[in-house]
C-alpha cells in the first residue's frame, strides 16, 4: 500500500521505517528544509547545534529500527557515555551529580542527604514497580480502547500512580533539593512536576535500564542515519512541503493536499504533525474536532532556547547541567498559570555538547544552547519584544552561576522562542511537547494512534500515546507499526 507520513520528526521517521519494514511503500513529506523536526540542526560559523534533544535515553528502541532491516545501529552511529548524567545546580550554590546505576545513586543521596538514603530506596523500588506497569505492559500497547485502560486501573491505582509527581516522590524523600532532583525531569517533557501524575516517574528507572547516552556528531547524526537508513531502503522524503490537508473519501483517507495544491494520493496517512493540529485544521471540516473542545486542553509549556558557541572553553561545565532558580512551584506556577508571566528568576538547562564530543565547535571552544521553560502562547507575551529581555536574563543568570565572562566571548547566536514553535513545527500554542502530561491527557484521553474520524489514519509524535520525548514518540511509532500490522 502506499504510506504517506506527515512531518520527519524523530516519531515521523520511525514510523515511516516500521512501515516501510511492513513491504509499504512510503513517502514523508516535511514542512522544513531540513528533516528531525524538533531535533534539526543549526551548522553555523563552525558549530554544530542541535536544536532539541540530546539526552538519549532507551537506546534499544533506536537499535530496533537498524534491526528491522537486518543492520545494526552501531555500525552507523555511535552512541557516547555522559557523565554525570546532569548536574544539577541549586540556587545556594550547592549541586548534585544525578546517574548511574542504583548503588551509586544510593551513596550520591547518601553523602547529600543521609536521613534520605533509606527514603531513595523505597523510591526506587516504588518507581521500578511503576517501570513494569506504566512502561513495559501499557506504554507497549496502544490505548485507543476504553477497556484497555480499565484494565490498567487497578495496578495504577494501587501505585499511587495517579497522585502528584511531587507528592510521591515527597512520600520518601524529605530534603526539598532532592525532591526537586527527582522531579524536574518531568519538565524535560513538558510537564508541571505538581500536577503531573506520579506514573512518569518511571522515567528514573527508565534512565537507569538503558543508561543515558549523547549520540557521536551530535542527535543530528541519528536523525541523518536514520534518513540514510530509509533511503537505502526506498523510502522517499521530501523537504520544503506543507500538508494543508488530509483527504477522506466515503471515511477512508485517500491522501493529502498539500499548500502549493498538489494532491499526494495515499492508501495509509501516519500524521506526525502536531496531534491537536491534524484534529483541528488538517482533517476535513466535518471530522474536525471543536475549536473549544481543542481549547480544553492543557498545552504544555514554551520554550525559550538559545543557541550559542564561545570563543573559549568552560572545562568545568557537565554536558548536561541544570541550574535550578532560588523557586521551585512558584517558578512553575508563573509558566503554567493562566495569568502565566515570563520568568524574572528562570530555571536553566545547559547543554555544552563540546564535553563529550569536542569536534562540535572550532579548535579550543565551545558549542552550547541554554533552555528555559516559559508560557507557551496562550499567555499574553510579545515575543518579538520578550525575546531579547529574555536573552539578556539567561545571559546574565548563566555568567553569575557558570560561564564567568560570558557576555565577552559569545559568537554565533539565534534563538527559537514559542512564536518560532508555532511557525516553524506548527505546534499549537507554540507548545515545546505538544499537549501537557496530565492525568485526563494521558494513555486512552491522549490522542489515539489509530484515527477514528477516518480509516487509515493513524497518528504518531508527542501529542498521542505515550507522550513526549524520544522514547515516547519512538514508542509511539511502534505501536503504529503493530496497528499496521493488525490491519493488513
Ligand atoms: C529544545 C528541546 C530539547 C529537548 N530535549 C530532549 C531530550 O534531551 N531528550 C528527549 O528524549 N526529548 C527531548 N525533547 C523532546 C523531544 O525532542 C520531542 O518530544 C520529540 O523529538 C518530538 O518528536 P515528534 O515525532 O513528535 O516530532 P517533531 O520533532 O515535533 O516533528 C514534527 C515534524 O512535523 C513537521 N510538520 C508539522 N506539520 C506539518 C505539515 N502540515 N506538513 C508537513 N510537515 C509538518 C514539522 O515541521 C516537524 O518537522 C526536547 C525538545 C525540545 C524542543
Redesign the pocket.
Known sequence: MRVVV???????LAAALRARALGHGVTI????DQP????RVFRRDGFVFD???????APDLFDELWALFGERRADHVAFLPVTPWYRIGFADGNSFDYGGDLEEMRAKVASFSPGDEAGFLRLSARTRDLYAVGYLALGTVPFHRLSTMLRAVPALLRLGAWRSLYRFVSRDIKNESLRRVFTLQML??GGHPFRSPALYALIQQLEREGGLWFAAGGTVSLVEGLVALGRRHDIGLRTG????GILVERGRTSGVRLESGEIVPADIVIA???AP?VHGT?LPPPLRRSAARLDRQQASMG?F?LYFGTTRRYESIAHHTILLGRQYRALLDEIFGSDAVLPEDPSLYLHRPTATDPSLAPPGQDAFYV?APVPNLRAPIDWSVAGPVMRDRVVAMLSARALPGLESCIVSESTLTPADFAH????RDGA???IAPILRQSAFFRFHNRCKAADGLYL???GTHPG??????LTSAKLVGTLLAEAA
Not at 6 to 12: A, D, K, R, T
Not at 241 to 244: E, G, K, M
Open positions: 506527515i512531518g520527519s520528526g524523530f516519531g515521523g513529506l516535511e514542512r522544513l528531525g523536526g524538533r531535533a536544536a532539541g534533544p540530546t539526552v538519549i535515553t524535560l517533557i512541503c506543507t500538508v494543508s506526525n504533525a502536531d493540529m488538517l520554550l532556547v533552555l516553524d513545527y506548527l505546534s515545546g511537547f505538544s504518531v509524535g508527542a513526549a520525548g524520544v522514547p515516547g514518540v
